[in-house]
């Protein structure tokens, strides 16, 4: 039998993506190229947060990453952090622990003086092990809301909705207007949407703006694939009373499924949020993922309980679509 290397638990160190993306590859399903590794780690605006168990050759053995998203908290900034890639390789490890918890201690603290939410969406087995050692608290099973698709789904579009393949400031504007009802929002500006959306590799969205009469920007929406035979909202963001706005990006959204062969369009949105209910009455209908929405809090009173009744998320605070 091979003896177990001796791990060193410390911070990502620049030149580690060559042994971490080796790793990866006999660990976790999927390959992760060196440009999403490099859009994730290291494009990301706000940063990233990797902490390795490293044997002494240099091979990566043990792996937790974070990526660190801006949250506008009643009315302040805060950085969250969402785990990514968590990991380990036998025989040099048996559990990814060490690098979580080293990474938690790094990071973790109210803020400002730290990140005072890391959060994750892991199937069964990661949440038991977060849940276990890591001191993670189950907010929500994730389910997700479906619809069936078709070229008379919803009503033509009230407002104008034009198609964009950038993001510009005008949308903060409108997110502050969103934001203000909601206890817990990702912040959405430019910086982090043409991150997400425009320069994420590999992958297409497809960007709707509705506008009004004055072409102010009432509401936005962005369009993906999600699991197979499915489109997907991937992020939405309109005030809830602006019906026209919904309907139109949701005539826009339906069309855009239509268009690419899909009987289903799936939404992901907390079941406190309005839009749990309004999408309900356009006709979607509630249903089960094996996604967990789990949380570690550093910062009272932003418990499991808090999160679930004022976080608002959607697809576009993780990286799955």
């Not at 929406?221 to 949701?250: K, M, N, Q, T």
């Amino acid at each position: 039998m091979q003896d177990a290397p001796s791990l060193t638990v410390r911070e990502y160190e620049p030149g580690d993506e060559t042994s971490i993306l080796r790793a990866r590859k006999h660990a976790l399903p999927g390959v992760r190229t060196v440009e999403e590794w490099e859009w994730a780690f290291r494009q990301n605006p706000e940063g990233a947060r990797i902490s390795l168990g490293v044997s002494e050759q240099g091979e990566v053995h043990q792996h937790q990453a974070a990526v660190p998203l801006r949250v506008r908290v009643g009315g302040e900034s805060q950085t969250w952090a969402r785990l990514e890639d968590s990991f380990f390789v036998a025989p040099g490890a048996d559990s990814f622990l060490p690098a979580a918890k080293d990474l938690l201690g790094r990071h973790g603290a109210p803020a400002p003086d730290g990140d005072p939410i890391f959060f994750a969406l892991p199937t069964r087995e990661v949440h038991d092990v977060l849940k276990a050692g890591g001191r993670f608290e189950c907010v929500r099973n994730q389910k997700r809301l479906v619809a069936e698709v078709s070229a008379r789904t919803w009503a033509e579009a009230e407002l104008q909705v034009e198609e964009a393949t950038e993001f510009s400031g005008e949308v903060e504007e409108l997110f502050l207007r969103v934001a203000q009802g909601r206890g817990a929002i990702g912040v959405r500006d430019a910086a982090f949407l043409t991150w997400r959306f425009v320069q994420r590799p590999g992958v297409d969205y497809r960007i709707a703006l509705a506008r009004g009469s004055q072409r102010e920007l009432r509401g936005y929406a962005v369009y993906g694939s999600g699991e197979e035979g499915h489109g997907a909202v991937i992020d939405w963001l309109v005030p809830p009373d602006d019906g026209e706005a919904s309907r139109s990006l949701l005539a826009f959204l339906g069309s855009c499924a239509v268009e690419d062969g899909f009987r289903l369009l799936e939404a992901w949105f907390p079941e406190s949020a309005p839009e749990w209910l309004s999408f309900q009455g356009a006709g979607f209908r509630a249903r089960s993922t094996p996604f967990y929405l789990i949380a570690r809090s550093f910062q009272r009173p932003m418990d499991a309980l808090w999160l679930y009744q004022n976080w608002y998320t959607t697809l576009a605070d993780c990286e799955l679509y």
